[in-house]
C-alpha cells in the first residue's frame, strides 16, 4: 500500500511544505531529538499508572473502605477506557494535529491524577480513573505521530527504540516507584507524582512541539464508525475483564462477545460506504502492517499474561515485599532498556523481520524457562529468564511499532498509533484473561489430589472453591490457630498447586510467542516511513 500525497510530496498544484520539514531544524522548536524527550515524559506517565497503582490498591482499599469488586475497578476503568478510545483518540490527532491533541492530553491526564489523590470516596476514584485512561489514549498515540513526522525514515527505528525503552521501563519500574511511595509517603502520592510530570511535559510540549500535518488530512468524523468501533471495543474489553468471574462458560460472557463481533462486522461493512471513515479497510491490505498489528497482540498476550503470575509468584510464594519483588524485576527492565534502542539501530539495519521473529523466539525460550520454575528456585535462575524475557520483548516493542506506523499513510499515523496501543491493550487483557483461565483450570484438577494426598481434612464444596481462589494467587489459606504442622502442610499443597498451574499458563504462553515468530516473517521495513519528516535534518 502506498501514500497518498502527504507534506513531503509536492507537485505543481501542491502547498509548499512547511519550512521544518526542508531545512536544518535551528533551535528548540521542532527540534527531533528534543522531541522525543518531550513526548517521552508524557508518555512514561500512561506507561507507569499501568501498573504503579497495583501497588497502591491495597492501601487505598484500606483508606476507603473498599470492597475488592472496587478496588478491581481502579484498574479495569483505567484500561477500558484507555483500549476503548485509542483508535478514535488517534484519528482526533489526525484532524487537529498531534501537537494539540499530546498537549490536551497530558494537561488532562495531569489533572485527573491530581483528583484522585484529592478524593475521599473509592467512587470519585473509579471516575477519575476513567478519564485517566481517556487523556492517556490521546496523547499516546499523539505522541507516535509526532516522532513519525519529525524523525527521517533511518532515524525512525532509533527513536521508537528509545520510545519503546521508555514505555518498558516505566511499566516494569511501576511497581518499585509505588512500593517506595506508599510504604515512605501515602497512596495519594502515587497520583499527585503526575501533576509535576505533567507541568514539564506541558511545558517542554509548548517550547519544543511543532506540528506536522498531512495535506490530505481527514476533514470530518466518521461519528458512527466511532460509535460502532467504541461499543465493540467495551464489550470485548468488558467480556475479557468479566470472564474470570462469570466463568468461560456462561452465557453473559459470550452475549457480549458475540455483540463485539456484531459490533466489529457492522463497523467493517460501515467503514466501506462513508466517504471519510475512521480507519479505511484498505489499511489493512497492507500485509506487513497486519501482521504487526497481530504480532502486538500476541507478545502482549505472552507478557501481560504471563508477567501476571510472576508477580503472585515472589510476593506469595516467595514472601517478598512489593519493593523486593519490584527489584527482582530489574534484569526485565535493565534489559528492556538497554535492548530497545539496539534493537531500534539492529531493525534500520537488517529490516524488522529477522529482530522481531528472534525476539519472539527469545521471548517463548523465556516463558518456557518461567514454566520451570519452582518454590525454592533461587534469584539467579529467575534473573536468566527474567533478562532473556527483555531482551526478547525489546526488538518487538520497536520493530513491530515501526512496521504498524510506517506503512500507514501519514495522514493516518496517529490512527496508526492508536491501532498499535489498542492491539497491546487487547492483548494484555486476552493473555489476563485466557491465561488466568488456564490457571484456575489446573488449579480446579490439581487441588482436590493433592489435598488429599497431603493428609488434611476434607472440604466442603464451597470450602473448596473459596481456597481455590486463594491458591491461584499463591496464597496459602492457613485458619488462625492452626497448628504448625497443619499449617505447613497447607502451605506446601497451596503452593506447589500454584507453581503447577503458573507452570502451564507460562507454557501457553510459549506457545503463543512460538507462533508469533512466524508471524515476524510476514513483517517487512514501513513503506511510507519517508513520508515523515522527509528532509528534515537532525
Known sequence: MTSQ???????????????????????????????????????????????????ANPAIATDLKASLAEVQWITNAYFLALAVSLITAGKLGDRFGHRQTFLIGVVGFAAASGAIGLSDSIAAVIVFRVFQGLFGALLMPAALGLLRATFPAEKLNMAIGIWGMVIGASTAGGPILGGVLVEHVNWQSVFFINVPVGVLAVVLGLLILTDHRAE??????DILGIALLSGAMFCLVWALIKAPEWGWGDG???????????????????????????????LFRSVP????????????IA????????????QNVHGMSPIDAGLHL??????????????????TKFGPRLPLALGMACTALAMYGM????????????????????LGLAPVMVGATEVIVGNAPMELSGVAGGLQQAAMQIGGSLGTAVLGAVMASKVDSDLPGNWAEAGLPPLTPEQEAQTAEAVQQGVAPVPPGTPDAIAGKITDVAHDTFISGMSLASLVAAGVAAVAVLVA??????????????????
Open 303 to 314: 507478557f501481560m499474561g504471563g508477567l501476571f503470575f510472576v508477580t503472585f509468584y515472589l
Open 216 to 221: 490530505n488530512a481527514p476533514r470530518s468524523f
Open 521 to 538: 516473517f510476514l513483517t517487512k521495513r514501513g513503506e511510507n516511513a519517508e513520508a515523515g519528516a522527509g528532509a528534515a535534518h537532525i
Open 5 to 55: 500525497t502527504t507534506i513531503d510530496k509536492t507537485g505543481p498544484g501542491d502547498k509548499a511544505p512547511a519550512p521544518s520539514d526542508t531545512t536544518p531544524v535551528k533551535g528548540l522548536r521542532g527540534h527531533p531529538w528534543l522531541t522525543l524527550i518531550t513526548v517521552a515524559v508524557g508518555v512514561m506517565m500512561v506507561a507507569l499508572d499501568g501498573t504503579i497503582v497495583a501497588i
Open 371 to 390: 514454566s520451570t520454575l519452582e518454590t525454592d528456585t533461587g534469584s539467579g535462575i529467575m534473573s536468566l529468564w527474567f533478562a532473556l524475557l527483555g
Open 289 to 300: 502492517l497486519s501482521a504487526g498489528v497481530v504480532l502486538m497482540v500476541l507478545m502482549a
Open 252 to 282: 453473559r460472557t459470550w452475549t457480549f462477545i458475540a455483540a463485539s463481533v456484531m459490533g466489529f462486522v457492522l463497523f467493517a461493512l460501515w467503514e466501506k460506504r462513508v466517504r471519510e471513515p475512521l480507519i479505511p479497510l484498505a
Open 330 to 347: 530489574l534484569p526485565l527492565t535493565g534489559m528492556m532498556i538497554v535492548g530497545s534502542p539496539l534493537a531500534g539501530a539492529m531493525i
